[in-house]
């Protein structure tokens, strides 16, 4: 009699245990079957000076466009749709010389990515700079790219402010030929900042003092990490 209770109750005991193994699969497997709806995108100011964007989303996705002038924030919806729609889209944002904002807003996962530039006008940005474009693109490993290209004679210094933890990216009038730039960056917590510096002599014609060197900040760039989207 004590074998056949043995045996009935390692029975149970296997069986809850399978149970148990069978629901931490399932369970595992619906969370893995969540997935992002935004894959990819890139942020890019032309030698015009206009701002765009360029993003990738899954298959099977509504994408929903909409358009906050009073706080000139852009916001992109994704939800999960059955509708067969374009995975590769595009967005020209505006900016009013002060900054611009946008945010995805991802349904599917519950959270949003949000980007806000500090810039000027398209009519200031190509005077005021030796920048001439630039674009900010996500990777899938979670870094960011920035290339950039700037006018020639420009010196370009890279520097990682730890204080303020942003990276700066100097430029000033020199003698270098090289135009082209490309920087693989990381986020610092749960935020990415990257300023670029603009180094301009206002001393008088032929003069130079570092002590009459102006720094002027701009652009600005900052990507905020994913926030529930209860609280947008």
Do not use: W
């Not at 807003?105 to 005077?127: F, G, P, Q, R």
């Not at 014609?205 to 990507?223: D, E, H, M, N, T």
Request: aromatic content about 8%; overall charge negative.
């Amino acid at each position: 009699m004590k074998t056949i209770k043995l045996i009935t109750l390692f029975a149970i005991f296997a069986f809850v245990f399978s149970s148990c193994s069978n629901n931490e699969t399932l369970s595992l497997e619906n969370e893995t079957a969540i997935q992002p709806l935004l894959k990819t995108y890139k942020i890019k100011r032309d030698a015009t000076g206009a701002y765009s964007v360029d993003f990738n989303v899954a298959e099977n996705v509504r994408v929903e466009k909409v358009k906050n002038y009073e706080t000139n924030t852009s916001q992109i919806h994704l939800y999960e749709s059955d509708e067969i729609s374009a995975q590769k889209q595009s967005e020209e944002l505006v900016i009013d010389g002060k900054k611009l904002a946008i945010g995805f807003i991802d349904t599917n996962i519950n959270s949003a990515s949000n980007i806000t530039i500090e810039d000027d006008n398209i009519s200031l940005a190509k005077t005021n700079s030796t920048l001439k474009d630039y674009s900010i693109e996500t990777n899938e490993d979670g870094t960011f790219t920035l290339g950039f290209n700037v006018n020639s004679q420009t010196d370009v210094d890279f520097v990682f402010n730890e204080e303020s933890n942003i990276y700066e990216i100097h430029l000033e009038k020199g003698k270098s030929d090289v135009t082209s730039f490309s920087r693989t960056l990381t986020k610092t917590g749960d935020v990415l900042k990257i300023d670029f510096v603009n180094h301009t002599n206002v001393a008088a014609k032929g003069l130079a003092s570092k002590a009459l060197i102006k720094k002027r900040r701009k652009p600005r760039i900052v990507v905020g990490n994913g926030e529930s989207v209860e609280n947008l």
